[in-house]
């Protein structure tokens, strides 16, 4: 999180993915695998390229603990409808499987309440990133009581 950022910048763009597929692939030396997958795929997901939404189900469908630690909603960073638009229109074996996976998903109320900027959001709060603001806006809100 710390080298690109959430949201992340788009100039990093390029740099994410290439790093993605080097952990997808294996050639990069990580420790905690399925985290630093998670790390860049929520990165992509920020950027809201649908493109993006292949190499993320890559990375979900890398191994069996990245398909469990890799959130589907992270395949949609350009919105549900969007990407269920351009997996149709890639008629792709990989597309497929994505798209068949993603309505699964959908269907099951997996994308109940669903925005990108909301997933966004609950990222930044799971890696803390927010919690420079939680602590002042409390403090100003316990001194207006008194």
């Known amino acids: 999180m710390q080298m690109f950022g ?18 997808i692939r294996r050639e990069h030396p990580a420790q905690n695998r399925v ?15 649908v493109e993006d939404s292949l190499l993320n189900w890559e990375a979900k469908q890398s191994d069996f603990d990245a398909g469990c630690g890799i959130d589907v909603q992270l395949l949609c960073g350009a919105g549900l409808e969007e990407t269920k638009n351009f997996l149709m229109a890639s008629r792709t074996m990989l597309a497929n499987e994505a798209l ?3 309505t699964d998903c959908e269907l ?16 930044r709060r799971y890696y803390h990133l927010d919690c420079w603001l939680e602590k002042p806006v409390r403090q100003i809100s316990n001194t207006r009581r008194l």
């Open 6 to 23: 959430l949201p992340a910048a788009r100039a990093d763009r390029d740099r994410i993915r290439s790093l993605l597929w080097q952990v």
């Open 35 to 49: 985290e630093l997958l998670r790390v860049l795929c929520v990165q992509l997901f920020s950027l809201g390229e």
């Open 100 to 102: 068949r996976y993603l």
């Open 108 to 123: 099951a109320g997996d994308f109940r309440g669903f925005s990108p900027s909301l997933v966004i959001t609950q990222y």
